[in-house]
């Protein structure tokens, strides 16, 4: 899980190449429970709220970078990241494309 999510930061501008669907949930775990104890934090003191505010803004384009790369990973354009705009059924959809299983590069 720690390899994953300093994969996360390090790879945060790297839309190119593939993140498999194990480093892609362990990441959303990690950066969840990080983001939790932030928020937790930051409700406790209003001082630390800023903190987990430059997190969570912080974590928009890696967020972005390492969807792209897991979409690709299982066969789809990056295009498809924008499923999310039609309501309700888009995210559902996204879910379910994120779940599957990576496509192996000779399948393509």
Not at 36 to 57: K, N
């Amino acid at each position: 899980m720690i390899e994953a999510y300093k994969s996360f930061w390090t790879r945060a501008f790297d839309f190119q190449g593939r993140t498999s669907r194990p480093d892609y949930w362990w990441t959303v775990l990690a950066s969840f429970l990080v983001g939790l104890v932030l928020a937790i934090l930051g409700s406790a003191a209003e001082s630390l709220m800023a903190l987990y505010v430059l997190y969570y803004f912080a974590g928009i384009i890696p967020n972005l970078s390492m969807s792209i790369r897991r979409v690709r990973d299982m066969g789809k354009s990056w295009q498809w990241i924008f499923i999310n705009l039609i309501p309700i059924a888009g995210p559902i959809w996204f879910l379910v494309i994120l779940c599957r299983p990576s496509v192996p590069l000779a399948d393509r």
